[in-house]
Structures are given as structure tokens and as C-alpha cells.
């Protein structure tokens, strides 16, 4: 059970309030079971569900099914300000710390749930449509969901994980592209999603689309709007499915073993290992571990590099202290930007990512100084 004050809620359901955005649990738009929630005012209690959560830069609402509300509203708006209210009667401030809202982990019935994740999404025609690509846990399946600019499914396919059409990338080719086919009797819709890379790093995020092809064997492509494909890594979405189709893939160590910088890895282990939404601090040290250990393998060449160079300008010493100093840097910039650049919610989430991050920039680093060094040699 994971208990929450009624004025944060907003924050910990919806995210960052940047753009508007209605997610609503009741007119069928979306796939996912909505939230649930025990309510309790003073030791009379109630479980219910989120209703329906509305978000932009002002503020957040929810409403939830047994007729309890919340209404956040931000300082941007000018005055930051909690409402509550029961059966739309408002409730007087001084009264909100007898109320509790708590979010039910169901823990011991998780492997009944229908957990989702997406695998990928954007928008359409300038947001006249949508397409995502949904990880559905309980059977191991994917769904995927064509939808309207109001939210409306208009086509929604199924396929197992294990016979779904995945067509994985060629770490040889100059982008990495990956896609997944679904079929709608004989007419296909292939999800693809591409990042652009120069040379031993990515460009910016993805692009994507959908290509429809109908039995007479005509194809249609429909891109996705700019900036629009989420995840933004390929290797955090549909590259997933690698991993999902073979369990003993390792999608980090195939990813370290290409041609790729180091930093074009991250976040690659994490999105491998986190399916369980409870999962997310595990899977972070998991990864925040592994680069460590890519880190100390790193070094142990470099020191071999510049051991066995003659007339070589950097000694061993140099790169030892250096490192040392490193580390103490690295550890202090992800103190502080552990909530400002990482995350918001949860710092000790955003410093997990910040250590991962400074040690895959410092593996490149690295490696760099050792081409030269063998260069020079």
C-alpha cells in the first residue's frame, strides 16, 4: 500500500504538468485498468478508482468514482491552492488532514494484473491520430491500438510475444531500425521506429511511422509527427522485444559490443529489466551496477595502455588521480542534479540515473584517450 497526501497525488499520477492532457477511465479510450485508490475521512474508509485526471501547466484535477475530487492548482496560475471536495460540496481547508488518499499495490495479485508498458507511441496527421504499441505482462502479448484525435480506439490488434513479426536492426547499417507487424487478416500494419547514428553516436531521438500494406500488396506509409515517437531510444521500446522473445538476450552487452559509444547505451539494461512498475529503483542499481563494472573494465585497459607505452605522456599515476578526482566530481554533480536534470519525483531514482549516465560518459572518455594513446604509440 503506498499512501499519499491528497495534495501531491496530483503530481505522482500525471507527471510534470507541461502540456494539457485528459486521461478519462470511464469512456472507454483508455486500454489500461484506471488506478485504484482507498479513500478514507477520519476511520470511515472507501476503496474507489480514478474516475478521470486532467493536467496542464495550471494545475491538476481528479476525480474519483465514489465522488471524492481533487483540484491542484500550480503557482504559475498565480496562487498555489488545494481544493477538496465530496459530491462537489467543498471541503473546509482546515479539514484536509483528516483526509488520506492511498494508491492500492496489489502486489500478491500481480501476476494476474494486466500490466502495460509501451513500447511505442506518436501521434498522426498533425494529432489527428495516434498509435501505440502496448506490453500486456498477464499473457505476454502486445497490443496494437489506432485511435482518434478524441482518444476513441479505432483498431485494436492482438498478437502473442512469441509468433509477433519482429524485425530486430543490423548493428552493421548506418541507422538502427526496428519494427513489429501485426495483422489484421491479410491487411499488415508494421510499426517501425529508426534513430539516426553518425559514426559511433545517435542523432537527437527517433522517427517512425506505420506502414500499411493491403493484400493486393499496396503499401501506405503514415510517418509520425516530428518528435512525436516515444521512447525516444529504440532500445527502450520496440528493441525491447528482443529481450521479450529470448530471455536470456542481453540487450546491454549486445549493445556494448557494437560499433556505438557508450553513452548510446544508457538506459538500455533499465528498460530491459523494468517490467514491474515496482521495479524501477532494483532495476536503475541493476544498471547503475553494471556500468561500474564496464567502468573497471575500462580502466584496467587503459592502465595496460599507458603501462605498456614507452614513450607514452600519460603514466599510470596520472590516469589514477585523475580518476579519483572524477569520482568525487561525478558524486557531487549527482547530488545536486538528482531532482533538477534527472528527476523531479524522486531523487534518489534521478541519482541512480545521474551515476549511470556521468560513468558512461567517462567509458567513452576512456576509450577515446586510449585510441590516442595507441595511436601515438
Not at 74 to 94: A, F, L
Not at 274 to 287: I, S, T
Request: with cysteine; proline share 2%.
Amino acid at each position: 500500500m503506498k499512501k499519499m497526501l491528497f495534495f501531491i497525488t496530483p503530481f505522482l499520477l500525471s507527471g510534470t504538468m507541461v502540456s494539457a492532457s485528459c486521461t478519462d477511465y470511464e469512456d472507454g479510450s483508455v486500454i489500461s485498468e484506471a488506478p485504484r485508490f482507498r479513500i478514507c475521512y477520519d476511520d470511515v474508509c472507501d476503496e474507489t478508482q480514478l474516475s478521470w485526471v486532467c493536467s496542464n501547466i495550471n494545475g491538476t484535477r481528479h476525480q474519483y468514482a465514489n465522488g471524492w475530487a481533487t483540484d491542484y492548482t500550480s503557482p504559475q496560475s498565480g496562487e498555489e491552492s488545494y481544493t477538496v471536495t465530496w459530491q462537489g460540496r467543498t471541503i473546509d481547508e482546515e479539514k484536509h488532514s483528516r483526509l488520506s488518499i492511498e494508491e492500492i499495490d496489489r502486489l500478491e495479485e500481480f501476476a494476474e494484473q494486466s500490466f502495460q508498458q509501451t513500447l511505442f507511441s506518436c501521434t498522426l496527421a498533425g494529432g489527428e491520430n495516434s498509435v501505440q504499441v502496448l506490453y500486456f505482462s498477464r499473457d505476454d502479448s502486445l497490443t496494437y491500438a489506432y485511435a482518434n484525435a478524441q482518444g476513441k480506439l479505432e483498431l485494436n490488434l492482438n498478437s502473442p510475444v512469441e509468433t509477433v513479426a519482429y524485425s530486430p536492426f543490423a548493428w552493421d547499417r548506418g541507422d538502427i531500425t526496428e519494427s513489429v507487424k501485426f495483422y489484421n487478416g491479410d491487411t499488415s500494419y508494421e510499426v517501425f521506429s529508426t534513430m539516426t547514428r553518425s559514426g559511433f553516436h545517435l542523432i537527437g531521438g527517433s522517427v517512425g511511422g506505420v506502414v500499411v500494406t493491403t493484400p493486393s500488396g499496396q503499401s501506405t506509409e503514415l510517418q509520425c509527427d516530428a518528435y512525436s515517437v516515444e521512447p525516444a531510444n529504440v532500445f527502450q521500446g520496440i528493441g525491447r522485444l528482443a529481450s521479450l522473445k529470448d530471455e536470456n538476450h542481453d540487450a546491454f552487452d549486445q549493445c556494448l559490443s557494437s560499433e556505438l559509444s557508450a553513452t548510446a547505451c544508457m538506459g538500455v539494461y533499465a528498460a530491459e529489466c523494468h517490467v514491474n512498475p515496482n521495479d524501477e529503483f532494483d532495476c536503475l542499481k541493476a544498471e547503475q551496477d553494471r556500468w561500474q563494472g564496464v567502468l573497471a573494465e575500462t580502466l584496467t585497459e587503459t592502465f595496460l595502455v599507458t603501462g605498456g607505452q614507452q614513450f607514452s605522456l600519460v603514466r599510470s599515476e596520472d590516469v589514477e588521480r585523475a580518476q579519483q578526482l572524477w569520482e568525487e566530481s561525478r558524486d557531487f554533480d549527482c547530488e545536486i542534479s538528482a531532482w533538477t536534470n534527472y528527476n523531479v519525483l524522486d531523487g534518489d531514482l534521478g541519482k541512480l540515473s545521474c551515476l549511470s549516465d556521468y560513468t558512461a560518459q567517462r567509458v567513452d572518455f576512456l576509450r577515446s584517450m586510449q585510441s590516442g594513446m595507441e595511436f601515438d604509440g
